[in-house]
């Protein structure tokens, strides 16, 4: 059997792993579509000013910030907790003692969170669209679209190394908890941006969460990125902080317990 079938056979099999788990893919989905109906009805009728002299509405504003807000949920945050959980219960050490290959393992975790990372798109741009008249076009669409499959790809490869960090399983979902609200605080995910220092916005722009949200914004209003829904400058960030994840990983990932 070549490596594409044995991909896609094991993406199949984490698939029907995480669905039997609804209550954590709707934890996963809830908090960001909840957000999007609060923040965007309490800012519907605001506008914030963006780059370039640009000023856009609240809802607009929210609903691509929220898709990157589960997007990094779905693959990040779970994958490094799912991850350690694995490692330090030995179930990385028996599926690696297989002789099914490591790329096939990893094909596998990137392939359902890009699913789930398209579904939660999905969700919250149709519920955008309904609730808040936030439409995209054919161009936006791919755009988002895009963003999404390099965002998760890119956040894929920082997961397999921040796992890297974090020993115990009790300590993986706090740290990841931590981590994940402070870079998406300073990153304008719940706070506009605007009301940041410049120094914080440079800062924030050098990690992956606000190149992605930057990226995902110009998908839903090309204005932001001077009329061109592709941000491929923000994406190449995102892209590198994937590929700097991966290389590390592959010199540091374990697939045995901690304590081994």
Known sequence: MSTAALVAHQARYDLKTSLRDPRARGFTLALPLLLLLLFGYIFRHETFSYAHGVTIP???????????????????????????????????????????????????????????????????????????????TGAGAGAAAATVVI???????????????????????????LVMFTLNAISGIYVPESLFPAWLRDVAQVLPIRPLAVAMQAAFDPRTNHGRPFAWPDLAIVAAWGLAGALYAMRRFSWTPSGN
């Open 58 to 136: 609240g809802d607009t504003y929210y609903l691509p910030r929220m898709i990157v807000l589960g997007l990094a949920s779905a693959t990040l945050s779970n994958l490094v907790v799912v991850l350690v959980a694995k490692r330090e219960t030995g179930a990385l050490k028996r599926r690696r003692a297989t002789p099914v290959r490591p790329a096939v393992l990893i094909g596998g975790d990137v392939i359902t969170s890009e699913a789930s990372a398209l579904t939660m798109a999905v969700v919250l741009t149709v519920v955008g669209w309904f609730a808040f008249k936030v439409h995209l």
């Open 151 to 177: 965002g998760t790809a890119a956040l894929c490869g920082v997961a397999y190394a921040v796992a890297t960090f974090i020993k115990t399983i009790d300590a993986a979902g706090p740290l990841v908890m």
